[in-house]
Structures are given as structure tokens and as C-alpha cells.
């Protein structure tokens, strides 16, 4: 029988999936504008088309040196640029089912840039791969991989995490420990510990990558823990 937190979460990913690539073929991320005036478009596109008017975080829209920011900084609201990258963070909510979802996107020609959106989803694949062939694999030895990936790939790994729990709205919490479901540098936790109810738990993998002396990054982040409504 197919697990059906499992089958939700995807589908809520494929949701999120597809309102990505409408904010792509709707031309919603031009020269000019601000990530203030983008994310409300997103906002506004997720509510109207896909009936999402509830986020489990807050909206990230980063373009240029905010790149090199993480989910956790404060910015001042920037314009995009004619030859300028941009990343995207989503956390929208489907049917209670939380989707995290994020994408980079490159406004121009320049080859470092397109050369860093290519390498975050190189590095996505490289963890899932080391994430199936890892069965005793601990969230601190995949932040390490990741942040490997970074510097061998040319980069730097931009971030204190590499992704979290995701489920049923609001996810699962140790309020004893805030960092026991983050993917982060030392953390013991098994990747493959089933819940309390004996569940498999579903996490997301994040890539922030970054060059501080372009001032520019990229981000990359969705499901880890399958490729479908079966357990990979």
C-alpha cells in the first residue's frame, strides 16, 4: 500500500512545481521590479490559480547580493537587474499538506551565473544519490556532504542548514531541541528514524550556494526523502 503522507507531500510538491513554472512561463520575473512586487505576483498567482492563500513560512524573494542571504537575514527590498540572479522560497500549503519549494532564476546571459543555477541542481542530485546509498545516514553527515559538493563544485556552501522535516501543517517539532530536525553541520540525528507513531519521516534538501566575491548565489530545495508516492 502506498504510504499516503508520502503520496500528499508529493503532490503538494508537484502543486508547487507547477505554480514555479507558471511564474516562469508568465514572465513574472523581469528587469525593474522589486522582490517585494514579485513575491506579492506569486502570491497573488498561488491564490487565484491554485487556491493557496496559506504559507507555512514567510515568502523569500532574493535577487542579486541578497542572494548571498539566507531565510533567517533581513534585507532592504532590491530591484532586479538587466543581467541579474534571483532565487525564490516557497512554503505554500496544499489541503494542510506543506510543499517546500525553491528555485533560481537568472535574468541576462552571464555565464557564472547560469554556470551556478546548473551547479545547484548537479549537487541536489549528487545528495539524493548519497542520501539512497547512505541507509544509516545522519543529518550532519549530509550537511557535510553538501557543503563538500560547494567547494568542489567552485562555491561556497552559503548556509548553517541543508534542509528539515516537512509533513502535515504545522511538521513535527522537538521543543527541546530546535535543531534535532535540521539538516546541520554535527547533527546525530538519523535521517531514517521513523516518528513517535512509527512513520517514515520526510525531509527536505536545501542547496545554497554562493561566490561573496561576485556577490552572488543561487538556491535550490524540494523533497529528498522520494521521487513519487513510494518511499525511495
Excluded at 503522507?5 to 513574472?28: C, I, N, P, T
Excluded at 545547484?120 to 553527515?141: H, I, M, P
Amino acid at each position: 500500500m502506498l504510504d499516503q503522507v508520502a503520496k500528499a507531500l508529493w503532490e503538494a510538491q508537484q502543486r508547487a512545481a507547477a505554480l514555479f513554472g507558471e511564474v516562469v512561463s508568465s514572465e513574472l520575473i523581469e528587469p525593474g521590479i522589486l522582490e517585494s512586487e514579485l513575491s506579492k505576483r506569486i502570491h497573488d498567482l498561488a491564490a487565484n490559480k491554485y487556491g493557496c492563500r496559506r504559507h507555512w513560512h514567510k515568502r523569500i524573494v532574493r535577487a542579486g547580493p541578497n542572494t548571498l542571504l539566507t531565510y533567517y537575514d533581513e534585507s532592504e527590498d532590491r530591484r532586479i537587474g538587466d543581467d541579474d540572479i534571483v532565487y525564490v522560497d516557497l512554503g505554500p500549503v496544499f489541503e494542510a499538506w506543506e510543499a517546500d519549494y525553491g528555485r533560481t532564476f537568472v535574468v541576462g546571459a552571464d555565464p557564472v551565473k547560469h554556470a551556478l543555477n546548473r551547479d545547484l541542481g548537479v549537487a541536489f542530485a549528487q545528495g539524493k544519490e548519497f542520501f539512497r546509498s547512505n541507509r544509516d545516514l545522519t543529518a550532519g553527515a549530509l550537511y557535510d556532504f553538501i557543503a563538500g559538493r560547494a567547494q568542489q563544485l567552485g562555491w561556497t556552501f552559503g548556509a548553517p542548514t541543508a534542509g528539515h522535516l516537512v509533513g502535515h501543517f504545522p511538521h513535527e517539532r522537538d521543543t527541546a531541541n530546535a535543531t534535532r530536525f535540521s539538516i546541520r553541520r554535527g547533527n546525530t540525528q538519523s535521517l531514517r528514524e521513523p516518528d513517535d507513531q512509527g512513520r517514515i519521516r520526510h525531509w527536505i534538501l536545501e542547496v545554497h550556494f554562493v561566490d561573496k566575491e561576485r556577490q552572488i548565489g543561487g538556491f535550490l530545495e524540494e523533497l529528498l526523502t522520494m521521487d513519487g508516492p513510494s518511499v525511495s
